[in-house]
């Protein structure tokens, strides 16, 4: 096993690095990966981005499919916890700040209100039970449960409870998404609950999300592969510049 601790989603079982290997390694942390989501943003306080995919093509990066405008935090963006050597320069992510984890981050389980999905990669259909736990010292932070099974006494207090439609009167934003692997191993107050998913509007921003249409979503989903080992990377455009060569991230 690489990794001391484990982010459990529903039964499925992501293994992550501990920090002290990842500030040594990377980018051999994401050396393996295929496919790569990337968001950029203007700022650190920009509340909305660009976002673009790439295959890697015999070792080099080549962009695949249409850009795509995105929304992120009402606050903007932050480093997270993720894949990256931690960054001391810039605003540090934690929770309830509102902003976008910024960095390199593993793409785990989609999700939605269907039963299935038309996409390879690993797939939770959502029942009215099932909470992300964004509770800041629950033994269940940063992890997705079913209230059935661990309680309902567990779940009070989260603000996330993934069939939005039965419990926010309709609200589709958790409809199609995918899970961004920020702070795997749940460190207390890093921040939780990161998903890319469906946005209300072009000008709604998110809790620390990334919102987007229903086509690009869609186009997401049915792209992304699990044997190609995706990754999620977001970082305003000064801090992509200063650290696309380092970590082999592609040429914009």
Not at 31 to 57: C, F, K, P
Not at 123 to 145: E, I, K, Q
Not at 147 to 170: C, I, Q
Request: aromatic share 10%; charged share 20%.
């Amino acid at each position: 096993m690489r990794a001391s601790s484990l982010f459990r989603w529903l039964g499925f079982t992501c293994i992550t690095l501990p920090t002290a290997v990842l500030a040594v390694e990377a980018p051999n942390a994401w050396s393996g990966a295929q496919q790569m989501i990337v968001v950029t943003t203007d700022d650190w306080n920009a509340e909305h981005g660009t976002l673009r995919t790439y295959v890697r093509d015999a070792g080099a990066w080549k962009e695949t499919g249409s850009a795509a405008d995105v929304t992120i935090g009402k606050n903007g963006s932050a480093w997270g916890i993720g894949l990256n050597p931690t960054q001391n320069d810039g605003p540090q992510k934690h929770e309830g700040d509102n902003r976008s984890p910024a960095g390199v981050f593993r793409i785990g389980e989609a999700f939605g209100y269907a039963r299935s999905h038309a996409t390879a990669m690993p797939y939770v259909g959502l029942t009215a039970s099932d909470y992300c736990m964004d509770v800041d010292g629950s033994p269940y932070y940063n992890r997705l449960v079913d209230a059935d099974k661990v309680g309902r006494k567990a779940v009070e207090g989260s603000t996330e409870p993934m069939r939005r439609d039965l419990h926010l009167n309709g609200d589709g934003l958790y409809r199609m998404g995918f899970v961004i692997e920020h702070n795997p191993d749940g460190r207390r107050g890093g921040g939780s609950c990161i998903f890319a998913h469906l946005w209300r509007s072009p000008t709604s921003t998110t809790a620390g999300c990334t919102a987007m249409t229903d086509t690009t979503m869609e186009r997401l989903l049915a792209w992304l592969d699990p044997k190609k080992k995706p990754v999620f990377v977001l970082l305003p455009k000064n801090e992509y510049a200063r650290l696309r060569d380092a970590w082999r991230l592609p040429s914009p």
